[in-house]
């Protein structure tokens, strides 16, 4: 495959944008497809997992290729929605120039905002389409400065719509400036001349475009200053320089529904995104000696290959979705993991064309490929040539921002749910789950409430474990706060040998953070040195139960320093169960606490946002460290009681208007309020009862 005539294009824009719809039309006006897939329909080749087609939106960047005036396209349609979008951000790597979808009507969504943020960081080339030109009731030119003022980005119109809403019928092209009308009726467009009322405003708007292209050369400026006319080639090489240096964003219209425009995007696709030699080297590291590496997008150079998305079906198997970044990868081929230092064979491939998967042989640099079951290669690993190691950075880390506690609804449920999760971990990096030492319960995080209910479905449908959410419950724990003694004693005559242990225990608190030290001081045999670790043991048990709500207990010291026993009837059981009531009468006497744990938080909130914010921390009984300012955003810092931010995600969201994020760590263990303690012991109690009964 010529590597001149390859495009891997990016479909990115907020939820709700119209990204699989315009994919859609794209595949279809390339004649891929013979009917206009739907979302809404259920008809996508983009969205066909079963969760997709329910909710009508994107969950995971799905795959599909077309050729256009003898180029080849890869296209990449990314999720929009905020629980979603580290698929999409993840997914950058493999394109070199997007299609960004904007809305004057619905505004600059938080996500749009996201996405534009790191395609800034990955230097993308990208054009703009305004979508959903039938349905807009807004004013569109203001609504598309308003969009680019809010992205800080230099737009420049290509076209101007021919009629709104209902009536959008084509686009004028300004560097032609010709019109593309489209027939409804023959589904195809016929060139003509520019309406007489939009002669005018395309006359001025070529001026623009023509001054902001000039600006993109030195060449160009000074021949337009000179007052020469621009030729039509060296517009267009004016467009696609600044494209592909990142300085200036063309805006075309259109509607995917009607299919109008959508041939003139693919146009511009092929016209003014970068092929992969366009977008020159590709930067890593050397994995041994850590210096940087260069790679050159040439098919004859050593092998470099970044896997940066991993697809895991239950009978398939796992797929390592890679983009070629030099040399070429072929079937039978060994190749070197420098993240794992592993040697893999290379078995199948495939090229993801929706759903379905079109065995390939080979795939040189610039193309996405997909290898089957690669025994230890992960999403952001890399692939390469043994003899010329190097290695990528890996995936942009996500920290989960909702936890959920997953019951099991059956015996066979509780073995197979940890398996299944573990594969869906493969797929998803911003899955986390682990088993809470102290509540026992199965914790399952991730990026939202949403999220976690795909992730639930997910297990059913995929690998027949059905579950049910809940709340976490809050790792509370006891100490004591003040100093104790007292005896222990069992005593026990049953007609044949008896039960005696005698223990004097002292308990005092220890420092923060301390766990749980036991203390000997027994002198003169009062108690046989074989019978002391079984006093011990005795505590540590009492400890695990706690004593005002069964919360385990920390932060103690306990001094056995006396007691007694009895040549006969002494035993390990004895002192053991007499030391455990030592120990309960000694917490009873010493002012026994329950702890709280504490979350250290980072909250990064819009300007405005902050007095809104740092007021419902306080209602949480936060207490806010400080706070950092860093362009229009602040960042809180933070100590908050985790029983007061389970649910902040959603709060923050609704506070911010989505544009708030945050980090939450564990801190430490506080003291809970009294009247908050008196709450969670009476809880404890009354669940208690129950078994009791």
Not at 56 to 62: E, M, P, R, V
Not at 185 to 200: N, R, Y
Not at 438 to 455: A, K, N
Not at 647 to 658: E, I, V
Request: proline fraction near 5%.
């Amino acid at each position: 495959m010529d590597i001149d005539k390859l495009r891997n294009v990016g479909i990115l824009g907020h939820g709700g944008a119209g990204k699989t719809s315009l994919g859609e039309a794209l595949l279809f006006c390339a004649g891929i497809t013979q009917r206009l897939g739907r979302t809404e329909e259920g008809t996508s080749v983009f969205d066909f997992e079963p969760e997709e087609i329910k909710r009508h939106i994107s969950i995971s960047t799905a795959f599909h290729s077309l050729t256009w005036k003898k180029t080849h396209l890869t296209l990449l349609d990314t999720p929009g929605y905020a629980p979603f979008l580290a698929d999409s951000i993840n997914c950058l790597r493999a394109f070199e120039g997007a299609v960004f979808l904007l809305n004057p009507s619905t505004g600059l969504k938080v996500e749009a905002e996201k996405l534009w943020a790191s395609a800034n960081g990955r230097n993308l080339s990208r054009l703009i389409f305004v979508s959903k030109i039938d349905r807009e009731k807004s004013d569109i030119d203001e609504g598309i400065e308003a969009l680019m003022n809010g992205l800080e980005a230099k737009g420049v119109r290509l076209q101007i719509p021919v009629g709104v809403e209902e009536n959008f019928r084509g686009v004028v092209d300004l560097p032609l400036m010709k019109a593309f009308i489209f027939d409804a009726d023959t589904g195809k467009f016929s060139t003509t001349e520019i309406p007489d009322d939009l002669k005018k405003r395309a006359e001025e708007m070529r001026v623009q475009l023509i001054e902001g292209v000039a600006e993109m050369d030195d060449a160009l400026l000074e021949k337009y200053l000179g007052g020469e006319t621009l030729s039509l080639e060296e517009i267009k090489g004016g467009i696609r320089t600044g494209v592909q240096r990142g300085k200036l964003f063309p805006i075309l219209y259109g509607s995917a529904s009607r299919l109008v425009g959508v041939p003139q995007l693919l146009d511009a696709i092929v016209e003014y995104l970068p092929s992969p030699i366009d977008a020159g080297e590709a930067a890593g590291k050397n994995p041994v000696t850590g210096e940087e590496e260069k790679r050159t997008p040439d098919p004859n150079a050593p092998l470099a290959a970044y896997v940066f998305k991993t697809i895991v079906d239950p009978f398939a198997g796992k797929l390592s979705v890679m983009r070629v970044l030099s040399g070429k990868i072929a079937t039978d081929m060994t190749v070197y993991n420098s993240n794992k230092q592993a040697k893999e064979k290379i078995g199948q491939m495939f090229r993801l064309e929706g759903k379905k998967q079109e065995p390939a042989r080979e795939a040189g640099a610039g193309e996405i490929v997909a290898a089957a079951k690669l025994k230890d290669v992960s999403s952001g690993d890399t692939l390469c040539d043994e003899r010329a190691p190097i290695q990528f950075d890996g995936l942009v880390h996500f920290s989960p921002l909702v936890s959920y506690a997953l019951e099991p609804k059956s015996k066979a449920d509780e073995e197979k749910a940890p398996q299944g999760l573990q594969r869906m971990m493969e797929e998803d990096p911003t899955i986390e789950m682990h088993r809470d030492p102290q509540t026992r319960e199965f914790i399952i995080s991730g990026m939202g409430q949403l999220h976690i209910e795909v992730l639930v479905e997910k297990l059913k449908r995929k690998y027949g474990a059905e579950v049910e959410l809940k709340a976490p419950k809050v790792p509370y724990k006891e100490t004591i706060k003040g100093t104790a003694s007292s005896q222990g004693k069992y005593k026990r005559q049953s007609g044949g040998r008896g039960q005696y242990g005698d223990t004097w225990i002292k308990i005092e608190p220890l420092p923060q953070g301390k766990g749980f030290e036991f203390v000997d001081k027994i002198v003169g045999g009062a108690i046989p040195r074989n019978y002391i670790p079984a006093v011990e043991k005795g505590i540590r048990e009492a400890m695990v139960e706690g004593y005002l709500a069964r919360y385990p207990m920390v932060g103690i010291r306990a001094t056995l320093y006396d007691g007694s026993y009895h040549e006969v009837d002494s035993s390990d059981m004895a002192f053991k169960i007499a030391a455990s009531m030592g120990f309960k009468s000694c917490v009873e006497k010493a002012k026994p606490v329950i702890l709280e744990p504490i979350m250290y938080m980072e909250i990064t909130v819009p300007d405005d946002s902050m007095g809104d914010v740092i007021g419902d921390l306080n209602s949480r009984r936060g207490r806010v460290l400080g706070v950092d300012s860093k362009g229009h955003s602040q960042t809180i810092k933070a100590h908050v009681p985790m029983a007061e931010v389970l649910r902040y995600a959603p709060d923050l969201n609704s506070m911010t208007s989505g544009r708030g994020s945050f980090h939450m760590e564990f801190a430490r263990y506080e003291e809970l309020p009294p009247h908050l303690a008196e709450k969670v012991i009476k809880e404890a109690k009354a669940a208690e009862a129950p078994n009791k009964g």
